[in-house]
C-alpha cells in the first residue's frame, strides 16, 4: 500500500466512525417519525449535535448540518447580496459568489488587511446590512493561517456580517467559536476522518439564516431534506477523536523533513515558512519539475501526494493560490504533503528521501 499524505483532499475514515455507524445497522431511521425508531434517531442525532457543538464552543441548535463544507458556504453566502472575500479561497467559496469583492493577498500568503479596511470603509451605508467578509481560515493548498482575529475586528468596527471557512482548521487548531467574534463558520467531516456528503454551518444566534433548499422543515426549518444520520452519527464520532497534542506533534516531523529536503536540494522552497501554518501541511515549490511529473514520480516511489488543486476531472491546474501570492511562476510547481491520524514520522523522512531521489536527476 502506498503511504498516504494526502489529508487535506480527504482523511481516510477512522475506526471509530465505522464502528459507530455499524449502530445504524437495522435501524430505520427517520428522526421526524414520532415511533420508538423516530425517537432513537433523534436521540443519535441530538448527540452528534452535542459532541460537534461541545467541540467548537457554542449551542447544538446553532449548528445547521449540511452535505459539506461546499454547502455550508454557498448557504451562508447566497444569504448575502455582496461578498467580500480573499483571492485563496477555496473554489467551494469563489464559485459560489462570482460578482464578489475580491482582496488580494500579501507575499506570505495572508489576507491583507489594510485592503480589507479600505473595501469596508468605502461600502455605502445601505448596502452594509446585506454584506459579507468570507475569510477562510487556512488554506488548504498551503496550510497557511490567516490572522482571522484581525478581520473580525475589522468587520466589527465596520458592523459587517463575517464567515469563515473552517474546513481545514478544524482539528488542527483549537476552536472556541463564541470567542471568536465570527458570525457563520463552515466544517465537513470528511477532513477528519469522518464520511464525506456531511459538514456543518454554525450560525451565530444572533443572526438568521434562509434555507437554500425548499421543503420540510428539517434542521429548525434551515436545511431542508431528512438528515444523512449516517454522515451526522459519523461526523460526531470523528470528533470526539481529534487530537490537536497529536497534530501539533507532526508539525516537527514535517519541519525535520522540510530541512532535509532542503539540504539535499537547495533550489527547492517552502511556502509560507515564514508565517503561522497548519501543522499537517508542507508545500514545497520545485522550480525544476512540473508538480503534475513530481506527484506522478511520488505516486510510483509510493507516496500519494497531490499538486495545486486537483479539478472534478482528476487533471491538475496551476494553483490561483500561489498565483495569488504573486508567485506566477511557481503556480505550476508546487506539491502539497499533507498528513493526519494515521501519519507516522517514517512517512515524512520517506518521503523527503523520495523527492531528493527523483529531483537530483533534475
Ligand atoms: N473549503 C475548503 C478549504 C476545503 O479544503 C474543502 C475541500 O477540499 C471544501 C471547502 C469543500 O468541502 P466539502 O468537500 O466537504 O464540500
Request: include cysteine.
Amino acid at each position: 500500500m502506498p503511504i498516504y499524505l494526502d489529508y487535506n483532499a480527504t482523511a481516510p475514515l477512522r475506526h471509530e466512525v465505522v464502528e459507530s455507524v455499524l449502530l445504524l445497522d437495522g435501524l430505520p431511521a427517520n428522526p421526524s417519525s414520532v415511533h420508538y425508531f423516530g425517537r432513537q434517531a433523534r436521540f443519535l442525532i441530538d448527540e452528534a449535535r452535542l459532541a460537534i457543538a461541545h467541540s467548537l464552543g457554542v449551542s447544538p441548535h446553532e449548528l445547521i448540518f449540511t452535505s459539506g463544507g461546499t454547502e455550508s458556504n454557498n448557504m451562508v453566502i447566497a444569504n448575502f447580496d455582496q461578498v467580500i472575500t480573499s483571492a485563496v479561497e477555496h473554489d467551494a467559496v469563489l464559485a459560489a459568489c462570482p460578482g464578489a469583492m475580491i482582496l488580494p493577498v500579501n507575499k506570505e500568503g495572508q489576507i491583507c488587511l489594510e485592503a480589507l479596511d479600505r473595501r469596508l470603509s468605502a461600502l455605502p451605508e445601505d448596502i452594509r446590512p446585506r454584506t459579507l467578509v468570507s475569510i477562510m481560515a487556512a488554506n488548504n493548498e498551503t496550510g497557511i493561517i490567516h490572522p482571522l482575529g484581525d478581520v473580525v475586528r475589522l468587520c466589527k468596527h465596520h458592523q459587517i456580517a463575517c464567515h469563515s471557512d473552517m474546513v481545514q482548521f478544524l482539528g488542527k487548531s483549537p476552536i472556541d467559536l463564541h470567542a471568536s467574534g465570527l458570525d457563520f463558520a463552515s466544517f465537513s467531516a470528511h477532513k477528519i476522518g469522518g464520511p464525506s456528503g456531511i459538514g456543518a454551518l454554525w450560525c451565530h444566534p444572533g443572526r438568521h439564516l434562509t434555507s437554500l433548499l425548499s421543503g420540510g422543515g428539517q434542521e429548525r426549518g434551515r436545511r431542508a431534506g431528512t438528515e444523512n444520520i449516517i454522515g451526522i452519527h459519523g461526523f460526531g464520532a470523528a470528533v470526539k477523536r481529534l487530537d490537536i497534542d497529536a497534530m501539533n506533534a507532526i508539525s516537527s516531523w514535517r519541519d525535520n523533513a522540510e530541512a532535509l529536503i532542503c539540504e539535499g536540494c537547495p533550489d527547492i522552497e517552502v511556502i509560507g515558512s515564514d508565517v503561522a501554518r497548519l501543522a499537517n501541511t508542507s508545500a514545497l515549490y520545485l522550480p525544476k519539475i512540473e508538480a503534475q511529473t513530481a506527484v506522478m514520480k511520488l505516486d510510483l516511489a509510493g507516496f500519494a501526494v497531490s499538486a495545486g488543486a486537483a479539478c472534478s476531472s482528476g487533471k491538475l491546474k496551476p494553483s490561483h493560490v500561489i498565483a495569488a501570492m504573486g508567485r506566477g511562476e511557481a503556480a505550476a510547481h508546487v506539491i502539497r504533503i499533507s498528513a493526519g491520524w494515521k501519519t507516522e514520522e517514517s512517512d515524512f523522512l520517506g518521503v523527503a528521501r523520495a523527492i531528493i531521489e527523483f529531483y537530483k536527476h533534475y
